[in-house]
């Protein structure tokens, strides 16, 4: 048995556009139900989310029988908790607040095995079908997708240098700290938080690195895609699930006489 390809990290090196969604509901059930929306990613989170890994593996589950690849965002750049979630099966990552190349590098030696990395060997894993996967070794590292997530002013100065490093396939904007760092917390979409992200976006853009980011507002998403970002999610299933509650129940409210 050989190693799948994963097409997400296939479609950032080929530049296309790619269409992702959030999600931190916690739920493989919930999961099944956004996997077969024709998202081309969702992103798993583990960061700002109460996930572990055994809700986050059924979700893995839900997504590997839809063509939505999961992304998992690690709680932190910790090469334990990048080996287990490899391990299970994660086809990509998701690195939070990298604020130097130093940093970066640590993120891309936990994917990688020695001596390239630090990334411990086990081999009856979910990943390789437990052992049956015979070039898992061999392949991993070019089908693993790596992003580094830049969320501070000085990240964001450091996003060249950042994106240089080995291994990395994406540069991520996250637009609600970066609001945060410049004492614009709570406004990710507050036009000094843009004027400082789009800039460095374009100077990667221009050296063919992969930029992506988080939004709300779909039509921004599309102007941002139409700009050059190549991977953005325009939503997160808690925000639909809540918007979509309020607004049936304000209309129903609205219609009562």
Known sequence: MKLASNPFTHALAAGDKQIGLWISLCSNFVAEVTAHAGYDWALVD???SPNDYFSVLG???AFAASNTTAIVRVEWNDAVAVKRLLDLGAPGLLFPMINSVE????????TRYPPRGVRGVSGATRATR????????ARVEEETTVLLQVETRAAVAEAEAIAAVDGVHGIFFGPGDIAADIGKVGNPMDPEVWDLIRPAAQKLIAKGMPVGTLVLDPAFAATLLNEGFT???CGTDASLLARASD???????GAIT
Do not use: I, N
């Not at 437990?130 to 070794?137: A, L, W």
């Not at 607004?247 to 409210?253: D, I, R, S, Y």
């Open 231 to 233: 991977f953005v999610a």
């Open 59 to 61: 979700q893995l589950q």
């Open 46 to 48: 583990m960061e700002h």
């Open 103 to 110: 940093e970066a590098q640590r993120a891309v030696a936990a």
């Open 130 to 137: 437990f052992g049956r996967v015979s070039d898992y070794v």
């Open 247 to 253: 607004g049936l129940l304000a209309q129903v409210k």
